[in-house]
């Protein structure tokens, strides 16, 4: 159960981190779920362990996170798809 709970919520945690950029994740869910996933990792290693926790995921450095990826990977996709 405790891998399907991370799966939700870092499903939920990419596509609100979309939401929020107002872009689209390339790769539907699973690209919501990878956003999560490396969004999660990587605000938790730039801002630190704080806010709440929920499947393993602590909440707002994973959302920071998350839309930092997002950014990244458009303007890389961006770059890419202008030349």
């Known amino acids: 159960m405790g891998l399907i709970w991370s799966l939700i919520v ?3 945690l990419g596509a609100i981190a979309g939401a929020i950029m107002g872009k ?7 690209g919501n779920i990878i956003a999560g996933f490396l ?3 990587l605000g938790t ?3 630190g362990e704080w806010g709440p926790n929920i499947g393993g995921f ?6 920071i996170g998350a839309v930092v990826l997002i ?3 458009s ?4 770059n890419t798809r202008s030349r």
Do not use: N, Q, T
Not at 24 to 30: A, E, H, R, T, Y
Not at 75 to 78: A, D, G, I, T
């Open 10 to 12: 870092g499903g939920v």
């Open 24 to 30: 689209d994740v390339p790769g539907g869910i699973i």
């Open 39 to 41: 969004g999660s990792w």
């Open 45 to 47: 290693s730039l801002i």
């Open 58 to 63: 602590y909440i707002v450095p994973a959302l």
């Open 71 to 73: 950014f990244i990977v």
């Open 75 to 78: 303007l890389v996709l961006r």
